[in-house]
T-cell receptor
Framework: DAGVIQSPRHEVTEMGQEVTLRCKPI?????LFWYRQTMMRGLELLIY????????DSGMPEDRFSAKMPNASFSTLKIQPSEPRDSAVYFC???????????????FGQGTRLTVV | AQSVTQLGSHVSVSEGALVLLRCNYSSSVPPYLFWYVQYPNQGLQLLLKYTTGATLVKGINGFEAEFKKSETSFHLTKPSAHMSDAAEYFC????????????FGTGTRLQVTL
C-alpha cells in the first residue's frame, strides 16, 4: 500500500478563497483523522471519522471549516473563506479498528502545507 | 482530561551520546502511549507504543521507552545518537474508547552534533 496520500502537498491561496484539502486513507482502514500543526498550538485533532461517519468534530475551529468522507477511500477538508491564521500544515491519518482498544497505530500522510496570504 | 508534557523543546546531543527525551502524561484512566518522529517536511512515523504488558518497549532505529506508572512518565531513550536521528519527536496518549484519538505533546526537536 502507498500509505496515506494527501494532496496537494503545498497550497498558497489568497484570503477569502475556498481551499480544499484531500486525503486517501490506507485501504481497509476504518478510522480517518484530520490534524492541524502550527508553531503556536502544535498538533491538534480537528475531526475524525469511523466508517465514513463523523464521530467527533469538536476540534474544528469554526464554521468556516468542514470535512466530509463520501466513501471509504476519500476525505476532504474544506476552508471557506480562508484566513491568514489558517496557515498551517494539515495532516490526515488513518487507522484500523481502534474503537475498542484505541491502541492501534495511526498512519500519517505527508501533510499539506497551507499558506493563506 | 488527558494531557502530555514534553520537557525541553530543543535537545542537543553529540553523535554517540545518550539520547533522553522526556514525556509525562496526565490521564484519569490507563493510557496508551506513543512516540512519533517527524523528519523535515514529512508526516509522523511511529517509533514505538505502549499498550499493555511489558513496560519497557523497544521501537525502530534503536529507540526504546519505559512506562513508569508511578512517575506517569514514558521517556524515550537511545544509547548512542546518530546524525540521522535529528528530527522532531512527539509523545502522544490515547485511551480505550477514543479510537486512537491521539493527544500530542508539543514536541522536542533533537539536534545531533559531531
Amino acid at each position: 500500500d502507498a500509505g496515506v496520500i494527501q494532496s496537494p502537498r503545498h497550497e498558497v491561496t489568497e484570503m477569502g478563497q475556498e481551499v480544499t484539502l484531500r486525503c486517501k486513507p490506507i485501504s481497509g482502514h476504518d478510522y480517518l483523522f484530520w490534524y492541524r500543526q502550527t508553531m503556536m498550538r502544535g498538533l491538534e485533532l480537528l475531526i475524525y471519522f469511523n466508517n465514513n461517519v463523523p464521530i467527533d468534530d469538536s476540534g474544528m475551529p469554526e464554521d468556516r471549516f468542514s470535512a466530509k468522507m463520501p466513501n471509504a477511500s476519500f476525505s476532504t477538508l474544506k476552508i471557506q473563506p480562508s484566513e491568514p491564521r489558517d496557515s498551517a500544515v494539515y495532516f490526515c491519518a488513518s487507522s484500523l479498528g481502534g474503537g475498542r482498544t484505541a491502541n492501534t497505530e495511526a498512519f500519517f500522510g505527508q501533510g499539506t502545507r497551507l499558506t493563506v496570504v | 482530561a488527558q494531557s502530555v508534557t514534553q520537557l525541553g523543546s530543543h535537545v542537543s546531543v553529540s553523535e554517540g551520546a545518550l539520547v533522553l527525551l522526556r514525556c509525562n502524561y496526565s490521564s484519569s484512566v490507563p493510557p496508551y502511549l506513543f512516540w512519533y518522529v517527524q523528519y523535515p517536511n514529512q508526516g509522523l512515523q511511529l517509533l514505538l507504543k505502549y499498550t499493555t504488558g511489558a513496560t519497557l518497549v523497544k521501537g525502530i532505529n534503536g529507540f526504546e521507552a519505559e512506562f513508569k506508572k508511578s512517575e506517569t512518565s514514558f521517556h524515550l531513550t537511545k544509547p548512542s545518537a546518530h546524525m540521522s536521528d535529528a528530527a522532531e519527536y512527539f509523545c502522544a496518549v490515547s485511551y480505550t474508547g477514543t479510537a486512537s484519538k491521539l493527544t500530542f505533546g508539543t514536541g522536542t526537536r533533537l539536534q545531533v552534533t559531531l
